[in-house]
């Protein structure tokens, strides 16, 4: 039978006395606590661990004795912590002495029943008391009592130590009959600005919550359910990070205690985050505040609005040309071209009609910076839509005349292989036609052919200035999803304090000798920096399959009839979309589904 023993190094300079902890029958292993020394009542240690039994549920009681005594002449202090075995009844008696000048100690047990003559092998380990409290490797405070199953586990041993927390509020300073020795003993750890936090937080807490509620009643108002104001809280970025904080300042101001060390670890992640973003919008607003940044800002978005949409107009005269050498049909790209021409005129009209109110503009918007600088770059990217709004257009226009020259080269194939869609039963069903119908479909299955490339040549240069606006816009996004997400508390604590984010421990040997006890060092094993970020976003596997699955969903069962999407598809794809951005290596294998996807649900 092996006998472990698990005791704090922090009393290794107690003073001579008896062994608080818990024994754990299932492994055999003891925990040590505490060390109350010299003198006491034993009538009131015993009450003393019953009132602490009944706080802390963990059985604790009296396990051994402890001999620091360096003179060789008190030998009758060790007969009489001998004899304490007989007042405190525990089977097996753990005996524990300092060896002389060395600085490891003797571990035996005493049996008490004299017809028990078993050898036991007694492996003593010590630990760190502070950081095995401080940790988070025990399990929840709801299941202190571990079965059978869970004993081998040393999440026993840790739960132990969290749980008796109550026993580490005394120190030797205190008037009471009992004295102890623990990692607090000479003075309980607290800082004096986390206690005046405590105090401060109630009433603020409070009265955020009051006002949340207030902020969280005008939004699920009827009023914003609405066609025009719904709308646009469901397009503006702004909108969706302004409600997103809002749910973090709930989390944060909420009256209810965490239930585990992953609730807190969120609320504290979220708190932090929050601050490091408000702090980043105050130096940001200070910034443009300063040396009139933001009418050097206001002088230069005009300049640049103009130049691309001088880079436009060049463009489609090019394309309006003969683009790379390649033959288009004139009639319809002249008229094309003029068509896009003039949306640009009546762009640059507007942007030269808002530019006396551009400076106040961003003076205003420029104060939101202190709401955080999440909500600047929420702004930032709504006004590069604002400001593009001319290129999406453009997109819309190539790719829903591509779509239905696709549609109508598709339906004309069917009529010549004697074909028909059924629109009822959502399939392809033969189909006879006459002479006139076959004429016809001839003649119009040659003029959509041979208007294909010019109209595929437009929405493929409107595809991709969409896309390199998307790309700017995405990189926007990751950035506040990053300033969101990123857990800095935890990272904070992996540099600073990596005990509390602990993953494992393992244990070094301090001395093996034949005939004395195995005496080890229980090291925390800090948890590796990966493993605190990979939580936040999806796989790559599960990602992708995500995508085509989306996609399939929205392809089948509708065949060639790709007009009728519903609004939920749409809302799919834009979330798939923004779930890329957590990940840019996914955001590449992925982006054929995406696009086949978008194209299918433009408006």
């Known amino acids: 039978m092996v006998l472990k023993v698990f005791f704090p190094s922090c009393c290794s300079s107690a003073e001579s ?12 292993s003891a925990v040590i606590l505490a060390v109350v020394h010299f003198p006491f009542i034993p009538v009131q240690v015993k009450q003393y661990l019953r009132e602490v039994q009944q706080v802390t549920k963990v059985s604790v009681s009296v396990l051994g004795s402890w001999n620091n005594s360096k003179q060789e002449k008190e030998e009758s202090l060790s007969e009489f912590l001998e004899d304490l075995g007989t007042i405190f009844s525990h089977e097996p008696w753990i005996q524990i002495s300092k060896e002389g000048d060395s600085k490891f100690w003797n571990c035996s047990t005493l049996q008490k029943q004299p017809d028990n003559h078993r050898e036991e092998e007694i492996i003593l380990v010590y630990y760190d008391q502070r950081k095995v409290m401080l940790s988070h490797l025990h399990p929840p405070s709801d299941t202190a009592d571990l079965g ?18 109550v026993l580490f509020m005394t120190d030797r300073y205190d008037d009471g009959p009992i004295k102890m020795t623990h990692w607090q003993s000479d003075g309980i750890e607290a800082s004096i600005i986390v206690e005046l936090m405590k105090q401060v937080s109630v009433p603020a807490c409070m009265l955020l919550t009051f006002l949340l509620s207030l902020v969280s009643g005008v939004c699920n108002s009827r009023v914003l359910k609405f066609w025009p104001l719904s709308f646009l809280w469901s397009k503006l970025s702004t909108c969706e990070q ?26 504290a992640n979220i708190f932090v985050s929050l601050l490091i973003d408000v702090a980043l919008g105050i130096l940001l607003m200070s910034w443009l505040y300063r040396k009139n940044q933001i009418g050097h800002l206001a002088d230069t978005l005009i300049p640049v609005a103009d130049h691309v949409a001088e880079e436009l107009q060049d463009l489609l005269q090019w394309l309006m040309g003969a683009p790379a050498g390649l033959k288009m049909n004139r009639a319809l790209d002249q008229v094309l071209g003029r068509f896009f021409l003039y949306h640009i005129h009546l762009w640059i ?3 030269h009609l808002m530019s006396p109110f551009i400076e106040m503009i961003l003076w205003y918007v420029g104060l939101s910076a202190c709401l955080g600088l999440t909500v600047a770059l929420c702004i930032l990217s709504d006004i590069i839509a604002l400001l593009t709004f001319h290129i999406y257009c453009f997109y819309v226009y190539g790719a829903r005349l591509y779509c239905l020259k696709i549609y109508g080269l598709s339906s004309l194939w069917r009529l010549f292989r004697g074909k028909k869609w059924n629109v009822l039963r959502q399939r392809v069903d033969s189909c006879s036609y006459d002479l006139d119908q076959l004429f016809i479909g001839t003649l119009l299955f040659t003029i959509l052919l041979f208007l294909l490339p010019t109209t595929a040549l437009y929405y493929l240069v409107f595809t991709l200035l969409r896309l390199l606006v998307v790309i700017v816009q995405g990189l926007i996004h990751l950035l506040v999803d990053l300033i969101d997400s990123l857990p800095l508390y935890s990272i904070i604590l992996r540099f600073c304090r990596s005990y509390r984010l602990a993953a494992g421990v393992k244990f070094r040997v301090l001395e093996q000798q034949d005939g004395k ?9 800090p948890c590796r920096h990966p493993s605190l970020v990979l939580p936040l976003s999806m796989g790559t596997g599960e990602l992708k399959q995500e995508s085509r699955k989306l996609v399939t969903q929205e392809s089948m069962g509708t065949g060639e009839q ?4 519903s609004s939920v598809g749409k809302r799919k794809i834009q979330l798939l979309k923004k779930q890329c951005l957590y990940q840019p290596s996914v955001l590449w294998q992925c982006g054929a589904d995406i696009q086949a996807a978008d194209l299918q649900l433009l408006p």
């Open 148 to 165: 059978a199953e869970d004993a081998s586990k040393l999440s026993a041993i840790f739960n132990t130590v969290a749980s008796s927390k």
């Open 17 to 28: 006395g008896i062994l608080i902890g818990r024994w754990i029958p299932e492994q055999s």
């Open 562 to 565: 790709k007009t009728g999407h």
């Open 242 to 267: 302004l409600g997103h904080r809002l749910q973090h300042l709930q989390v944060i101001s909420s009256s209810k205690k965490a239930q585990n060390q992953t609730q807190l670890m969120r609320k």
């Open 349 to 351: 009209s507007y942007i």
């Open 517 to 525: 006890p195995l005496r080890l060092l229980m090291q925390l094993h």
